[in-house]
């Protein structure tokens, strides 16, 4: 798998690059003028709606959420899909950006919010039929800027380096413009809600969308590490999971975050609590690691397999699933101290699992599927 960092350094040189390669027709200076930015809106995946096609719900799905009795799901660009029947039959919604969408989540059954490559957050006020955009790589990194200046403003001598140093890491990536994904999406309520993403992106809305404030200065992530999924926790509090096997939580809305260091190094997709103070972190290479502390100390558990874990959830009875990116399904009902094959792999490139009721629901290559009718086996069993 690429690294991510790349790849948004590419995408972005391409774009560049793409908004260049034509050549301007010779015009009076404020038709050549008008001539180049139709020119950029139209490269701009930002600015150009995704494609309607009969095909949509066989395009690559990254993400999912139950709104009501609905299914949406989200992927490549810019691809919004619905099914009203169980995800027996879909239909494509009117999406407003050409990016790669990667997460979606419903705080009630009207209205949801999606987020996606180059910073992008939409929003729905009807179920996911119509989406409009309400934020932008291009708006994140002004938010990120103001962030990092004020806290350059405010350090002290012991913390002025590394304040300076998180402002001139922020200005770099300002070259590039909006180029950083956002990975994860959750609202508390229709209004109040919070997304993440690479480079250590986190912002925060309070008002459905009208207004956001970076958090990114408040989340003790000195070297910038992607924040890979973001999750509510038992007692109200919220959970991140990310990069260099790092878990946080915030206690206060996510105006300030304590770091916890699972001992783990690489990337973690994903963080769980099933019951208070018992967290379950899971991501790359099959690797779960349990803590019973609030995170204060954590003990990797037996891999399941060899596939990175890019999905987890936990069921209405206190059932923990965890889904693998080939399709396998593992299921624990001992708060993850041990988990049973609920389903074997099966080859597909999957890329996350949302439920649809008590059913997962898996996303990835070629659309959505949900898993019914499965019984459990031990791992190595299948």
Not at 152 to 177: T, W
Not at 351 to 379: C, D, F, N, W
Request: hydrophobic share 45%; proline share 5%; aromatic share 6%.
């Amino acid at each position: 798998m690429k690294n991510i960092r790349t790849v948004a350094m590419a995408a972005a040189v391409a774009a560049a690059a793409a908004c260049f390669a034509a050549p301007i027709p010779v015009a009076a200076p404020a038709a050549a003028a008008a001539t180049a930015a139709a020119q950029v809106r139209a490269a701009d995946p930002l600015a150009t709606p995704a494609r309607m096609s009969p095909k949509a719900p066989h395009a690559l799905m990254l993400g999912a959420a139950q709104a009501g009795l609905r299914l949406i799901a989200v992927g490549e660009r810019g691809i919004i899909i619905y099914s009203d029947l169980g995800g027996n039959g879909w239909s494509q919604a009117a999406s407003p950006v050409g990016v790669t969408l990667t997460a979606v989540h419903f705080p009630d059954a009207e209205r949801g919010y999606a987020v996606g490559h180059d910073g992008a957050v939409l929003a729905t006020r009807d179920g996911g039929r119509q989406w409009k955009k309400v934020l932008d790589g291009v708006v994140i990194n002004e938010l990120m800027l103001a962030d990092a200046k004020r806290v350059v403003a405010s350090a002290s001598p012991a913390g002025a380096d590394q304040a300076s140093n998180a402002l001139a890491d922020i200005e770099a990536a300002l070259k590039f413009g909006p180029s950083r994904p956002l990975l994860s999406v959750w609202f508390r309520n229709p209004s109040a809600g919070w997304a993440v993403g690479a480079y250590g992106q986190i912002v925060r809305t309070t008002d459905a969308g009208a207004h956001w404030e970076s958090l990114a200065a408040r989340v003790p992530n000195p070297d910038g590490l992607h924040f890979n999924s973001i999750a509510p926790g038992m007692d109200g509090s919220l959970l991140m999971a990310g990069e260099g096997g790092r878990v946080y939580r915030s206690t206060d809305s996510g105006s300030s975050w304590r770091a916890f260091d699972t001992g783990y190094k690489g990337q973690l997709y994903g963080v769980l609590e099933p019951v208070g103070g018992t967290l379950l972190a899971y991501g790359f290479g099959g690797r779960v690691l349990r803590s019973e502390d609030g995170g204060a100390h954590w003990q990797e558990q037996p891999q399941l397999g060899r596939k990175a874990l890019v999905g987890g959830a936990v069921l209405s009875d206190g059932a923990i699933l965890l889904a693998a990116r080939d399709g396998a399904i593992y299921r624990s009902t001992d708060v993850g101290r041990s988990f049973a094959v609920l389903q074997a792999g099966h080859g597909q490139e999957i890329a996350s699992m949302t439920l649809l009721g008590q059913a997962p629901v898996l996303s990835g290559v070629g659309g959505v599927y949900r898993i019914q009718g499965h019984e459990a086996r031990k791992p190595g069993q299948e």
